[in-house]
């Protein structure tokens, strides 16, 4: 069909655009408000005289003398049309007709822009969102976010304040504002308040004084909170094709019962808890005994000889040097792998304990343990999520780093062995114990994942920009 030959766009959902066949059409400002005036009038006709006045601005004239304003008016009706129908395939005739009308002046020539909702988005929008008002929920999220991303900015915003256009701006304004509030309550019925919430802040910020919006707000960020639970901080892993995440939670070690676990040693590999002479009974290792093998040390003991096997010491201490623990000492960064119930405890060695039982380390023995540490994970762990305390926080007394910075060089450490194993494990979940969170700065953490990904700020989501 002839009049299907072009393709036309007209937008008023924010600046007036018009594009044909998907190639935006420069108009002059003139017959911009021409067009807008047309597509205010809603597929009514508008006589010359009307557009005379809300066009130009121009008052009634007697006949005789209005034949000049006339032919101004037929100029940018041809300039539309010329621009509706740059093939001249009859697209024009279709969508902008002339007509006569019966006016107490006598006949009066009139012009109607004749759009299918398809063609003009504000008719789409309107005809997404009745259809949305009735379906179920996930259909009318859906839509609704389908018909609210074609909003731009204010409807007719070239003609925002005049009369011809206010009843048009009005109702799409207020379509807008209740499809915004009706998405908000389908994804909170969905179970989706991540969804709703942005939705929810652009109700808030046009209507300020409007205290049921600001109760919807608060719950929706009060369910977000509860629904991270013990979770402090999450991040995707930066790097293309990874799709791990960086997961930092308040709360104990033992009790994440779906991940394999680290655990930090002396590169002595020193279990022995008595009198807390050698190893604290407050410390993780100590912990490992008693929460996952109830107590058994030389069950644990025997699992990490096992594993020692194949290890080459680097030296072993005298009985008068050294009288109590033990005595063979292995590199720093030796990782053992200690199956329990299906999955993996990761110790490894990333302090040296001294014969004084004092364990010592530094950001270099740190560093190499946690090199080593990924590499076993990435043969060994299941791939299955990995919890790792803040090591280097306690007894092995790593004083030229703070907490805040141990986490950043765990993460750092992570993202570098991503690159290598891309396999590695879906999360790294770092575990702080509640009793040290006030005294770890975690924004060093979230200043890295913004150096890694700089461009985080993204545009608006699906509750348009709306009225400014």
């Not at 005036?37 to 066009?55: I, K, M, T």
């Not at 808030?204 to 049921?212: G, K, M, N, T």
């Not at 990782?335 to 270099?364: H, I, K, M």
């Amino acid at each position: 069909m002839a009049d299907a030959r072009t393709r036309i766009q007209v937008k008023v959902l924010g600046p007036v655009q018009l594009e044909i066949d998907g190639v935006p059409v420069r108009l002059t400002p003139l017959t911009t408000r021409l067009l807008v005036r047309l597509v205010a009038a809603e597929g009514e006709a508008v006589p010359v005289r009307q557009l005379r006045r809300d066009v130009w601005g121009l008052a009634d004239e007697p006949r005789h003398l209005a034949q000049r304003n006339r032919n101004e008016v037929q100029k940018r009706v041809l300039e539309l049309r010329r621009a509706l129908d740059p093939g001249q395939d009859g697209t024009a005739a279709r969508v902008l007709r002339t007509e006569q009308q019966v006016t107490v002046h006598g006949p009066e020539t009139a012009y109607r822009l004749v759009l299918r909702p398809e063609e003009l988005d504000s008719a789409r929008f309107t005809a997404v969102v009745g259809h949305a008002f009735l379906a179920p929920p996930a259909t009318a999220a859906h839509r609704l976010a389908e018909a609210l991303s074609l909003i731009n900015g204010r409807p007719l915003a070239e003609v925002y304040g005049e009369g011809f256009a206010d009843p048009f701006i009005r109702r799409l304004t207020s379509l807008q504002d209740s499809a915004r509030r009706e998405l908000v309550r389908v994804q909170a019925d969905l179970g989706r308040p991540d969804l709703a919430l942005p939705v929810a802040e652009l109700i808030v910020r046009d209507h300020p004084d409007e205290l049921e919006a600001t109760r919807v707000l608060d719950s929706l960020r009060a369910a977000l909170r509860a629904r991270h639970g013990a979770e402090l901080l999450r991040h995707k892993v930066p790097l293309p094709g990874q799709r791990a995440d960086v997961v930092l939670v308040r709360g104990d070690l033992f009790e994440q019962a779906d991940c394999n676990l680290v655990v930090g040693f002396t590169d002595t590999f020193d279990t022995e808890t008595d009198q807390d002479i050698v190893i604290s009974r407050d410390s993780v290792q100590s912990q490992l005994v008693d929460r996952l093998f109830a107590g058994r040390r030389r069950l644990l003991d025997e699992k990490l000889r096992t594993g020692l096997r194949s290890v080459r010491s680097v030296g072993t201490e005298s009985a008068r040097a050294k009288p109590r623990g033990r005595r063979v000492r292995y590199p720093v960064g030796t990782t053992v792998v200690v199956p329990v119930e299906g999955r993996r405890v990761f110790a490894t060695a990333y302090s040296r304990l001294g014969n004084d039982l004092v364990a010592r380390s530094g950001y270099e023995d740190l560093q190499v343990s946690l090199d080593n540490l990924w590499a076993a994970v990435s043969v060994h762990g299941l791939f299955k999520p990995v919890a790792i305390p803040l090591i280097g926080s306690g007894l092995a007394r790593i004083t030229d780093l703070d907490r805040g910075q141990l986490v950043a060089l765990i993460v750092d450490s992570f993202i570098d062995a991503c690159r290598r194993y891309p396999a590695l494990t879906p999360e790294l979940r770092i575990v702080v114990r509640p009793e040290d969170l006030a005294r770890t700065d975690l924004a060093p953490v979230e200043r890295r994942f913004q150096e890694l990904v700089p461009d985080l700020e993204s545009g608006p989501g699906p509750g348009g920009t709306g009225p400014g």
